[in-house]
């Protein structure tokens, strides 16, 4: 009975010594504590925190990053102690994850900086903090990147930053200048606003400054001018290179297929929450590097179809910087659930006010929604594996469609096609944005809308009969033995003969579209003969034999 | 005597009084003396409401490690270990969706010792499931289940059962992925007689399964109605309830008439150490008052010498001994591995693969082929086979022994061979070559669930049983081959569903296997 | 030491007295002391590291047009900010007695518990409340101020903004 004895005292003494061990783990070991203890001394350390209720964040960020606590006295260069950089947001009322991302409630690095499996929202990476700002934000105007550097080409010429700081340039002394130039810094004026008459305030202290600074620095500007330093001025929040992201995404037209916020096509995921995205549902067997949700966005604006597999987004041929900014674009899509009542005002004035993220211009609204498939200029555009989009600014093609036409094409997109709708339904554009970007398209071909057709929808009346064997002969090939569009566009496509009248048909029969393979049939080529337009009537009327059998 | 002087007695009286107190509280507390003769040994038992449980002597036998192998107190103490920490937990618990898991977070962070005590909560729930069923695979093996203990082992079944209801209830209360999805399947398998119901065309006037899921969530997701559920089971009505059937399993021990051992247990144990003091040692000399409206055997009376000991404190030591070494265990695996705490629940992205706690991946693999076999057919079964053998096996050759009875440990290794053939072929056929469905996509239901791996390894098992009784001629060697092949089945489906199941419950040689998406 | 050769034939037999065990003392000692550590580990539980209320700093922004010596309560906050001559000041809204909050009243503050009254500087006036209503810090930072609800500061502490 003795071995029972022995069995509780050895037992006794491990539980023991096991107890010990998870004390000292406790109440020595934990890296926060080793941190405040070098810190602090040994006297004050204990777990410190943010907690604030109304974001639902409890940060214990602050336990070793204790410089950052608010009310602590930061150490100058201690990697932890240090002070928060100057941030818009006071850090005890936001916290730290609503920005950064990153588990709160932890206490240990690895947990907190949410680097393990479990945990979905992992801290942005330094490079791409300011992806944080947008788990609120959503910069408004902001329009496409060479609207936006062309309007800070104006500012700078006006010389505005001569006085004004924006961005961390400007504001310093001219040479041979008299001093105390410094005008407000400007770098956050887009979310402040400003008055209307500011332009009028500043030409009467021109006028009535007396020590010839303001005579010298500044000059009259004119109302075009002005508006687009205003544009400018709108885009700064004091994220300027979550800005410029945001613009460039706007130049590429990704949301032609990419919806955010309910605007944007429906042929590719919708990204308002993209940034939120769990990289451990990722399949990241093809990412080159760490298995982030970074990364594997980068990857994927590289080779789409090499990382999700039979991805219809076409190979951009972007540059590492452009690539750079987009995955910054796409960490800050975030739009955390939190109550209304602490929306910022750029949140308040998309979701409950109407307002738009994208500058209201044609050149940002058609660089934004359609410049990934039409082109820059409405060129069109051919990717691999892709029927070819149509160049939609192409004077023939621009001469012959009349506004209506081009306003209902849009409205109502192009439904079995890659072409979707983008009435408010659907793609979420109001139809003063839609007339925006066709006023954009006349603009940018110099083609008016065309005069003197004939504005019927329906008015040939000829033998279709005869215009099937025609179709088949010259047309078929590109357009297909149905209309169904193999090469060239759908011509069976209903919202297409809705949209069309005969006039478009039978014009465009005609003319062609030079710089595509659609001949004009008004005169003989090599292939074919010169078709008399009784000829190109039959045509158009067996085309809408079409729409009569889909009614 | 003056009333002065009786006054000044009185007044002397009452300081005395008050400075004997403590002394006098003690006494009244512990009325036998010190525990240093047998008599006072005695008393300590048999005057502690704690204690009273114990006999006052235990035979040499029971103390014996191989006679138990300490399992029963180690269950004992895995649940003394679950409730302390579980009433630590429960001071920082919140039962609420979200907050839940916050909650869990705070514990893992910021509670000062809060990460340690839920590691040992969870690691000794674990080691209580598992010492459990060692438990009742040690009283099998040993014929413990035999008359007078037969009522015994049917409270050991409803230990099991409820035991594993504990374990399983507690599984959702971390509301994290994890949990979530594997509640959602259990609330499923809840309602899976409907498998049944819908096969006889008669849901709509009996609907037991869809009944059970709904008492069991209170909605018909898992959401917070299912938690405070869970919650409520796992802190109160489980834990009330297995409070209660251990005692009455405590309790049956002493009434059976303390372990069970061999015929020859007293020939068999080493000779008497001289200071092992025996009772009954000649003929009785005490009245036989209280023993005359005894009806039938008493215990005591008329019985020869027996090779006892003092409980107190050598059945103490055995029992602390074990106390503590499971305690250690429990310390050095929460030292060791942090419970499992996955992300937040996500009532739209389901887990892939959601898996159950370890002891019901078994179950998992049958599932997997007829949710109502598997998780309500075949379990029924098994426990309606286990409580029915001692009622079966009423021989008495080999009690108490490891593998008595006829065959004994070459029909255990042989009926386990058998067992693990036999499971191993038909999953190997089934995960090779698929299933009815697989075959005939139109099979009806009712097909599959009566035709499925599940059953035909359990009528393996009973064919084989059935034919060890007849060749042995003994119902001892059936149950035996029976135990073993249920027991193999048991460890060979639990492994292929804990360590080959991935993603669509796909066999995988191993999770580096797993397809990412 | 009891004898240890003879077994005790009869139950009738003096009692055998048991020798100084220490092996079993020893046992017992450790398992007593393995418990009494598990024990204040457990102790140690209860008292949180951290408390899950909102954290005791502020920031307030004082309305523009807030008259001279009116209190301003941020809200969700047991804290009044005046505005006077001086400078501008915080005052706990927490009875000192047994935690109720005071409302204003005419004459200052009272508090609808047990009947405390204070005067509007916070000191007391009437009841059972043992102190004053304290002030609490509070600093400028930009058009802001910054209220640190842990920390009183004497009642005449004005900060300019």
Redesign the interface.
């Known amino acids: 009975m003795k071995k029972n004895k022995y069995l509780l005292l050895i037992s006794s003494l491990g539980v023991s010594a096991l107890l010990l061990a998870a004390a000292v783990d406790e109440n020595y070991l934990r890296g926060w504590r080793r941190v405040q203890n070098s810190v602090f001394g040994a006297n004050d350390v204990r777990l410190r925190q943010i907690v604030v209720p109304a974001m639902r964040t409890t940060d214990r960020c602050v336990s070793c990053h204790v410089g950052m606590m608010p009310g602590e006295t930061p150490v100058a260069k201690h990697r932890l102690a240090s002070a928060h950089p100057r941030v818009p947001h006071d850090p005890a009322q936001f916290g730290c994850t609503s920005c950064h991302g990153g588990q709160g409630r932890a206490t240990e690095r690895a947990d907190a900086h949410g680097d393990t499996e479990f945990w979905p929202e992992p801290m942005l990476p330094r490079q791409f903090a300011s992806a944080g700002c947008g788990t609120c934000h959503s910069h408004v105007q902001v329009p496409d990147l060479a609207s936006m550097q062309q309007s800070q080409r104006q500012l700078e010429r006006a010389d505005c930053l001569a006085c004004h700081r924006i961005d961390g340039r400007g504001g310093t002394q001219r040479p041979g200048g008299q001093g105390g130039m410094e005008g407000p810094d400007l770098s956050k004026i887009g979310a402040a606003g400003w008055k209307a008459d500011w332009f009028a305030r500043h030409l009467e202290r021109q006028q009535t400054d007396k020590d010839g600074v303001w005579k010298a620095s500044f000059r009259e500007l004119d109302p075009s001018q002005r508006s687009d330093i205003e544009k400018y001025l709108i885009t700064r929040v004091g994220a300027p290179d979550l800005v410029e992201a945001k613009a460039l995404f706007h130049s590429l037209g990704c949301r032609g297929c990419h919806k955010i916020r309910g605007v944007g096509g429906d042929d590719g995921p919708d990204l308002t929450r993209v940034g939120m995205r769990d990289v451990h549902r990722l399949d990241c067997s093809n990412v080159p590097g760490e298995h982030t949700l970074p990364n594997w966005l980068a990857a994927h604006f590289r080779w789409p179809a090499k990382i999700v597999a039979g991805s219809k987004m076409p190979v951009l041929g972007l540059t590492e910087s452009q690539i750079d900014r987009l995955t910054l674009y796409m960490l800050s899509l975030r739009d955390s659930q939190f109550p209304e009542a602490f929306w910022p005002g750029d949140r308040l004035r998309i979701e409950r006010l109407g307002d738009r993220e994208f500058a209201d211009n044609g050149v940002t609204l058609y660089r934004t929604f359609c410049a990934a498939c039409h082109g820059d200029r409405g060129e069109g555009r051919r990717y691999p594996d892709n029927v070819p989009f149509p160049a939609i600014a192409n004077p023939d093609f621009l001469a012959v469609a009349d506004d209506a036409f081009l306003i209902r094409s849009i409205t109502d997109g192009r439904p079995g096609r890659r072409m979707p709708a983008w009435n408010k339904n659907s793609g979420g554009l109001n139809d003063e944005e839609i007339a925006r970007i066709v006023q954009y398209l006349r603009g940018l071909s110099g083609t008016a809308a065309p005069v003197g057709q004939r504005a019927e929808h329906r008015w040939v009346q000829a033998d279709a009969a005869a215009g099937k064997r025609r179709f088949a002969a010259m047309c078929a090939g590109c357009h297909g033995a149905n209309g169904e569009g193999t090469q060239a566009p759908a011509l069976h496509n209903a919202s297409l003969l809705a949209a069309a009248t005969d006039s478009f048909f039978v014009e465009t029969i005609r003319r062609g579209r030079k710089g595509t393979a659609m001949p004009g049939f008004s005169g003989a080529s090599t292939s074919y003969p010169a078709l008399t337009q009784q000829e190109i009537e039959s045509v158009v009327a067996y085309i809408r034999i079409w729409e009569d059998k889909g009614r | 005597m003056s009333d002065q002087s009786r006054s000044d007695s009185a007044l002397r009286k009452f300081f005395t009084d008050l400075t004997r107190a403590p002394r006098r509280i003690y006494e009244a507390a512990f009325r036998s003396g010190a525990p240093?003769?047998?008599?006072t040994r005695s008393g300590f038992v048999f005057n502690n409401v704690f204690l009273h449980l114990h006999p006052v002597r235990t035979h040499r036998w029971s103390?014996r490690?191989t006679t138990t192998l300490g399992l029963g107190m180690a269950s004992t103490a895995a649940f003394l270990i679950a409730l302390?920490t579980g009433v630590?937990l429960m001071?920082?618990y919140k039962p609420y969706p979200d907050v839940a898991y916050?909650s869990i977070?705070?514990i893992h962070?910021?509670?000062?010792?809060?990460?340690?005590?839920r590691n040992i909560h969870r690691w000794s729930a674990n080691l209580m499931v598992l010492m459990v069923m060692l438990h009742m695979v040690r009283a099998f093996y040993t014929s413990a289940y035999r008359t007078p203990r037969e009522f015994n082992w049917l409270v050991g079944m409803g230990l099991l059962v409820v035991t594993l209801g504990l374990s399983f209830t507690g599984y959702l209360l971390p509301w994290?992925?994890l949990a979530y999805w594997a509640i959602t399947i259990g609330a499923n398998i809840a309602q899976s007689p409907r498998e049944l119901t819908d096969a006889l065309g008669v849901t709509s006037v009996v609907d037991v399964g869809g009944l059970q899921r709904q008492l069991l969530l209170g909605s018909d997701t898992v959401g917070e109605e299912a938690l405070i559920r869970f919650y409520l089971l796992h802190v109160m009505i489980l834990p009330l309830l297995i409070g209660v059937l251990m005692a009455v399993h405590f309790w049956r021990i002493r009434k059976d008439g303390g372990l069970t051992r061999p015929a020859d247990a007293d020939e068999r144990l080493e000779p008497?150490r001289?200071?092992v003091?025996?009772?009954f040692?000649?003929a009785p000399q005490k009245t036989y008052q209280l023993a005359a409206i005894v009806r039938g055997r008493s215990s005591a009376v008329g019985r020869g010498p027996e090779n006892t000991?003092p409980s107190m404190?050598?059945l103490f030591?055995?029992e602390?001994?074990?106390l503590?070494?499971t305690?250690?265990v429990c310390?050095?695996l929460?030292?060791a591995a942090d419970a499992p705490?996955?992300?937040?629940a996500n009532p739209g992205?389901p887990e892939n693969p959601a898996k159950a706690p370890w002891y019901f991946l078994g179950l998992q693999e049958l599932v997997s082929y007829s949710a109502f076999m598997g998780g309500v057919g075949l379990p029924a079964i098994a426990v309606i086979g286990l409580g029915l053998i001692p009622f079966l096996d009423r021989e008495q050759l080999g009690s108490g022994a490891w593998f008595g009875g006829p065959g004994g440990r070459w029909l255990a290794f042989r009926s386990a061979a058998f067992g693990l053939g036999l499971t191993l072929a038909i999953e190997v056929f089934a995960i090779r070559f698929g299933w009815i469905r697989e075959w005939y996509p139109h099979v009806p239901q009712l097909v599959i669930t009566v035709i499925n791996p599940g059953t035909i390894l359990a009528l393996g098992y009973a064919a084989y049983s059935l034919w060890l009784v007849k060749r042995y001629n003994s119902a001892r060697s059936g149950a035996m081959g029976l135990f073993t092949c249920a027991m193999c089945g048991f460890v060979v489906l639990t492994v292929i569903g804990t360590y080959f199941r991935g993603p669509n419950w796909g066999f995988f040689w191993s999770p580096a296997d797993w397809p990412?998406? | 030491m009891r004898q240890t050769t003879a077994t005790p034939s009869s139950r009738l037999d003096p009692e055998p007295v048991a020798r100084r065990d220490f092996l079993g003392i020893a046992s017992l000692a450790s398992m007593l002391s393995a418990m009494l550590l598990a024990g204040i580990g457990m102790l140690r539980l209860p008292k949180a590291a951290v408390l899950p209320s909102a954290s005791k700093k502020f920031s307030v922004q004082l309305p523009e047009s807030l008259p001279l010596g009116s209190p301003y309560v941020p809200p969700g906050r047991n804290v009044a900010v005046f505005r006077d001559a001086k400078g501008v000041y915080a005052m706990s809204l927490v009875c000192t007695h047994l935690g109720c909050i005071v409302k204003q009243a005419p004459d200052g503050f009272e508090c609808p518990c047990h009947g405390s009254r204070f005067a509007p500087d916070g000191s007391v006036s009437k009841g059972p409340a043992p102190k004053s209503l304290p002030c609490l810090r509070i600093t400028a930072a930009g058009d802001k101020f910054i209220v640190d609800e842990e920390v009183s500061v004497p009642a005449d502490t004005r900060v300019q903004a």
């Open positions: 240093v003769t047998d008599r103390l490690w302390v630590l001071f920082y916050n977070k705070d962070f910021v509670v000062p010792t809060g990460r340690f005590i994290d992925q008497r001289p200071d003091y025996p009772v040692t000649e000991v404190p050598h030591y055995a602390l001994g074990v503590m070494v305690t250690l310390l050095a929460s030292l705490l996955k992300e937040l992205v990412t998406h």
